[in-house]
């Protein structure tokens, strides 16, 4: 799906949660309306879709490196502070549609909060990080989503629950402490996720499962917008109720990938 | 015939030819006995003998041609013999020339061979006599304390070929060069020992001349990194006293000074400006004599004293400003909120003004320590693998980010962000608090005040030279305004315009109220109260101008602060992403823009729903009493007194000019473009509720006509569209009879596009009581 390996693998289909006790979605298409408007490419006048990620976590936890591994493909053993925020942009092509993640990486040093902080306004996808083999830095992510909330509008965005660091835990202690980090998800109303930047362990599957839920809701927004311009009358609502929703929702693990 | 039959088989076999030839045995001939099938194998048979006969034909034909080609080949022969012995000979000849070849060529190899073993041993001959030299040298440079020329010699000496050295023992006089090396050696220890002392000496007595002179001694005697860090040591104490001066002065300042509010970053400044000069000083000295690629070293040293001195200011200045308390006072203000406690903000103006300046010289320093050390590697690196580039990049990547400068500034600059964003929405506040608005002016105070504050943090931030700190108040500033400063325009338009109809009394109440409400809710906002209707109408209309004005002062301020940004980023400042981050930030913010603007169409639409249409529907329902079913004698009575449209004019001329007067003119043209679709929309469903004559029609083409032109002459945008279905209505109307509408549609409409559909265009013919009505029904449209 992405822009580089040009097979347009989003276009039709959602790629899955990580689990479904902590997931925001289960559906495994898009909206109906959006699929109908990407293929008649009717995806509004404005150009190109940029949706704004925030990650956000305690210092050291891998936010950089999770980035680097997803935007360049790269892992650096070496620790490099981030300095106030950092910022990549990953272009997608998704069922058609060039799309583009702006992430904006924000340092989890104490003396940064207040620059990071001013980046936080305007966020479609909130990531919060943390790191499996340090409970801590979990417990720290309500703190830093609750920062990050303050600046948007509720209800405005996605939120994640990442650990990263998988490859450094075993299996048992990932087991026990992905549970406590579902517990947090589902207090969060975020979808979790565990990866690990130094293998590329899921870190490709949550960036995609990111901007497809980013790309849906920027593009519904979008199509809103221009619906209530044009004052349609309710031409969308016969589509909504489709039987294909319930379906897919109990279906949708044997449907997915 | 039995001989051809035999002697054609073979071939025709052979082949896999006709298959007839091999069928004709002469058992088969001979067993055939019916006449029809002996005819049959005789035909057969003489075909065959006529074509073997063709080919025995051809085949003598070719004789001639292959005999003489035997002679040519028989003559051949002797020539042949005669080139074989000549080749044999010049074969012997080749191999004679090759051994001879080779002779020689050994030859020149061993006369190389001598020739570089003879190079080798003038070389070594010289070396040994260099070395001789050097020992015999040093003595006496040392005995004359000409340290320059024992260095050299020790130099020399160190440069030697060691095996050259091992082989010169092995000679005759082994024992003597074994007691000059050992004489050499001691020689070089003492040097290095004097010189160490003579540079700590020079350095105690501050001699800059004899400092540099051993300093230029340290890398001959292969000391480099010794004499660097030596160096610096002594640059360092520099340093250290002139920023020590430096602070006392500081202290000793008088409060009145010209430069006393911005005398730390003063003080940082004079610190780097030394440093600096240092830099630029010894740059050369070290390249000629340490060699390229050695500055990052003097400078790792410099840093550190760097580091101590910009903590010592920093301290100071953290101290005696009271940095701290007043950021965790402005901390306090904004969770609390309570008027008494809050800090004000013109007391953190001249502080943060500061700060941004200490930062902008932090910024302009490091930068220049990495340029200067990147074209340092450059030219050291030039001949290195990309793995040592790699390696010095990221050593000098360590350097800038990780020393204690770096760190410093961002504490101070992470507290700066708070305090300029609490700084900005508290005078943000405050120039709404004290909004006015001056007769004949279509905007109130605010609005400049509040983008002159915008601006003004924006551009402080923009003056610390940090890309993060100036996006960062990017965003801080769009949020004030979007939020913040859009919500209090919103409120006052909520408030609404007060028609001055009988519905006055009712909406003054009203209005009264919610002006008490938001008051009180608000606390801080619009204590003033609108005591009567026109003022409420004045504020309303301000407001609306304000919005406007909002909208473009922010895509003024965008494009203002992107002409700065890539002045800044051409300086070279900000990293590889830091165009991308202000071009997201800014483009955020031009976002901002169109709120405003969507404001503003909601406003006007209120402003034309409430105020406009409440007027203008009753004028327009007068036209419902003015009969359009008229004859000749009362068409021309309307002629002298119009009956409607004349006041209808005179009547809007009036309104629109109140709104003319207090709106700007892009906001007064998209009103009358509103008010005129208003007239269009209503004048449609009057038309539609009278009837006509046929005068009655021309009546209403002129009425209509003349409202065109009067609208026309008051808007700016084309209206003709607006009212091209009334303009098709009237056309109707004025016709003779009823099937003379064909004359205008379908294909003969020509470049009329019809607005009406055939239902309507039935509706409206039937609006003329002269027509009838099985007339209507019977047309084809």
């Known amino acids: ?257 | 015939m039995a001989a051809p039959g035999s002697g054609l088989r073979l071939p025709a076999g052979e082949g896999g030819g006709s298959a007839a030839a091999s069928s004709l045995s002469m058992e088969r001939i001979r067993s055939l006995t019916d006449l029809p099938e002996l005819e049959a194998a005789y035909s057969r048979l003489c075909g065959e003998e006529k074509g073997v006969e063709e080919e025995l034909e051809a085949l003598l034909e070719q004789q001639s041609t292959i005999e003489s080609k035997m002679v040519t080949l028989h003559r051949l022969g002797p020539n042949l013999q005669l080139i074989e012995g000549d080749a044999r000979q010049l074969s012997g000849m080749i191999t004679f020339t090759c051994n001879l070849a080779e002779n020689v060529s050994s030859k020149v190899r061993q006369l190389d061979l001598a020739k570089n073993r003879l190079y080798q041993a003038i070389q070594r001959a010289d070396d040994i006599l260099d070395l001789k030299f050097c020992m015999d040298g040093v003595q006496t440079a040392l005995r004359n304390e000409d340290y320059e020329q024992a260095a050299a010699h020790i130099h020399r000496y160190l440069s030697l070929d060691k095996s050259v050295i091992e082989l010169s023992r092995q000679g005759q006089e082994g024992s003597i060069i074994d007691a000059n090396l050992k004489l050499l050696q001691e020689a070089e220890q003492r040097l290095k020992i004097i010189v160490t002392e003579k540079f700590d000496v020079a350095t105690k007595q501050g001699d800059l001349p004899q400092v540099e002179r051993f300093f230029k001694i340290f890398p001959l005697l292969g000391l480099h990194e010794e004499g660097l860090s030596k160096f610096s040591e002594y640059l360092c104490k520099q340093v250290a006293n002139k920023a020590k001066e430096n602070l006392l002065l500081v202290m000793e300042t008088d409060m009145s000074d010209r430069r006393a509010a911005v005398i730390f970053a003063d003080t940082l400044t004079l610190l780097f400006e030394g440093i600096a000069r240092i830099v630029e000083t010894h740059q050369p000295i070290v390249e000629t004599y340490y060699g390229p690629g050695k500055l990052y070293t003097l400078i790792k040293h410099l840093q550190v004293e760097c580091d101590r001195q910009v903590e010592k200011v920093v301290d100071t200045f953290i101290k005696q400003r009271d940095y701290h308390r007043q950021f965790q006072h402005v901390q306090n203000s904004i969770v609390r909120s309570s008027a008494t406690e809050k800090i004000e903000p013109r007391e953190l103006d001249p502080i943060l003004t500061e700060v941004t300046l200490m930062n902008a010289r932090s910024e302009l320093y490091l930068r220049f320590i990495k340029r200067r050390i990147v074209s340092d590697f450059e030219v050291g690196d030039s001949m290195a693998s990309e793995e040592v580039k790699q390696a010095h990049q990221k050593s000098l990547d360590k350097l800038l980010n990780n020393c204690l400068l770096s760190r410093t500034m961002q504490e101070l600059i992470g507290c700066y962000i708070t305090m300029e964003e609490y700084f900005m929405r508290e005078t943000v506040n405050k120039a709404v608090a004290m909004d006015m608005c001056e007769k004949g002016q279509l905007t109130s105070s605010m609005v400049d005040d509040v983008f002159y504050i915008v601006k003004k943090c924006i551009g402080r931030a923009l003056s610390s030279s940090s890309i993060d700190c100036l996006c960062a108040m990017i965003n801080h500033s769009t949020t004030e305004l979007e939020s913040d400063f859009r919500e209090v325009l919103c409120t006052k338009l909520k408030l609404g315009f007060p028609a001055t109809t009988f519905q006055d009394i009712q909406r003054g109440v009203t209005s009264a109220v919610n002006i008490m409400h938001s008051s009180l809710q608000q606390g801080k906002f619009d204590t003033k109260g609108i005591e009567s209707t026109d003022e409420a109408k004045q504020s309303f209309l301000v407001t609306l101008n304000n919005v406007e004005v909002c909208s473009e002062n922010i895509m003024t301020l965008k494009k203002t602060l992107e002409s700065d940004c890539a002045k800044l980023l051409s300086q070279g400042f900000g990293g590889e992403q830091a165009e991308a981050k202000i071009d997201s930030c800014l483009a955020d913010m031009a976002a901002v823009s169109n709120k405003f603007r969507d404001l503003l169409q909601e406003g006007l639409s209120e402003l034309n729903s409430t105020a406009v249409k409440p007027q203008v529907k009753p004028w327009i329902n007068l036209f419902l009493s003015v009969s359009h079913n008229i004859e000749e004698e009362e068409f021309n009575d309307y002629e002298a007194n119009d009956p409607w449209v004349q006041q209808f004019i005179i009547n809007l001329e009036q309104q629109m000019a109140e709104f003319k007067a207090g709106l700007s003119p892009v906001i007064y043209d998209s009103l009358s473009s509103l008010t005129t679709s208003l007239i269009a929309i209503e004048l449609e469903k009057v038309v539609l509720k009278s009837t006509f004559s046929r005068l009655g029609g021309l009546q209403f083409d002129k009425e209509l006509r003349s409202l065109i032109a009067y609208l026309t002459t008051v808007t700016t945008w084309t209206i003709r569209d607006k009212f091209a279905r009334l303009s098709q209505m009237a056309t109707i109307l004025n016709l003779e009879r009823v099937t003379e509408i064909l004359d205008y549609w379908g294909p003969n409409s020509g470049p009329l596009t019809w607005r009406l559909t055939p239902a309507e265009v039935r509706q409206v013919l039937a609006l003329r009581i002269d027509f009838r009505s099985e007339d209507i029904k019977r047309l084809r449209l």
């Open chain 1, 1 to 257: 799906m992405r822009a580089s390996n040009s097979s347009p693998l989003i276009a039709l289909y959602y790629l899955q949660w990580y689990t479904p006790e902590a997931c925001l979605q289960f559906k495994d298409h898009f909206h109906a309306l959006v699929r109908s408007a990407c293929q008649q490419r009717n995806t509004g006048t404005v150009g190109l879709k940029i949706s704004k990620v925030v990650v956000v976590g305690d210092l050291y936890v891998g936010k950089t490196s999770l980035i680097n591994r997803f935007c360049k493909d790269i892992f650096d053993r070496d620790y490099k502070a981030t300095i106030g925020v950092d910022f990549e942009i990953e272009r997608f092509e998704i069922a058609g549609v060039p799309y583009n993640l702006q992430i904006w990486d924000t340092a989890g040093q104490e003396k940064f909060k207040c620059i990071a902080s001013a980046y936080y306004r305007g966020a479609e996808v909130i990531i919060t990080v943390f790191d499996l083999a340090d409970i801590q830095t979990l417990e720290h992510t309500k703190q830093w989503l609750e920062d990050a909330l303050r600046e948007n509008e509720p209800g405005s965005s996605f939120i994640f629950l990442v650990g990263t660091k998988k490859d450094l835990v075993s299996g048992a202690a990932c087991e026990r402490t992905e549970l406590d980090a579902i517990r947090f998800a589902n207090e969060m109303q975020a979808e979790y996720w565990s990866v690990s930047a130094k293998t590329g362990e899921n870190v490709k599957e949550f960036f995609s499962r990111v901007a497809a839920l980013a790309f849906e809701q920027s593009m519904l927004k979008e199509l809103e917008k221009s619906n209530g311009r044009m004052a349609q009358i309710g031409a969308g609502n016969l589509i909504r109720n489709s039987p294909e929703t319930p379906e897919s929702n109990s279906q949708a693990s044997l449907n997915c990938c």
